[in-house]
């Protein structure tokens, strides 16, 4: 992690007195890129769940960030960052990818969703899925997936956040010479508005 990421962590309050925002953004600058990748790799030192065995090296990860940012000015994919108002760090992200096909626009998958130890909060895990339904209301995306490591802590905060499991199979994930199964989970996006009590948007 940067020194100057760093700095922004040590720096956060507790989680409960936590004042987060979310934000879409067009495109990644340069200084966002390498801080997320630096958020993405604390989360890669302390868990193993979002498909990476251990830390991202720094070309490699710049690589990824630059894809990811001009996927977003392409419009391929949605990110969803998660600042915290004080030091405006990039304290989480989700990423929402619509699929390509014209029959199934309607459908988009969410991967790579983390929010860094130090302000998890089963408060935030709610505003920031209720955040993600009201843009899936906006641009017009119905029908939400994702996969994930089977019988773990995320798979059943998933669950019970309205996704339903759908589908298992084995050798899904490998880490450390074992082995995992793996989950696909799908819910409608009005169902899960119902269930977390998002407001239409008019």
């Not at 960030?65 to 960052?81: Q, T």
């Not at 619509?98 to 408060?123: D, T, Y």
Request: with cysteine; net charge neutral; hydrophobic share 40%.
């Amino acid at each position: 992690m940067s020194a100057v990421t760093s700095e922004m962590f040590t720096r956060l309050p507790s989680s409960r007195s936590r004042e987060i925002y979310f934000e879409w953004p067009d495109c990644l600058v340069f200084s966002e890129q390498r801080e997320l990748l630096a958020l993405t790799n604390t989360i890669i030192e302390r868990e193993t769940t979002i498909g990476f065995a251990e830390p991202i090296p720094k070309s490699e990860g710049m690589q990824m960030m630059r894809e990811l940012s001009d996927a977003l000015v392409a419009g391929k994919k949605r990110l969803m960052l998660v600042r915290d108002k004080g030091t405006e760090a990039i304290v989480g992200q989700l990423i929402l990818t619509p699929s390509h096909l014209p029959n199934c626009r309607h459908v988009a998958e969410i991967s790579r969703v983390f929010v860094h130890p130090r302000v998890r909060a089963p408060q935030i895990i709610t505003q920031g899925m209720r955040e993600v339904l009201r843009e899936c209301k906006r641009v017009g995306i119905d029908v939400l997936t994702l996969d994930v490591r089977a019988d773990t802590r995320i798979h059943r905060l998933w669950e019970s956040l309205g996704f339903e499991t759908i589908g298992r199979y084995p050798d899904y994930a490998r880490v450390n010479g074992q082995s995992f199964s793996g989950c696909y989970l799908y819910q409608r996006v009005e169902v899960m508005c119902e269930k977390l009590r998002v407001e239409p948007i008019v």
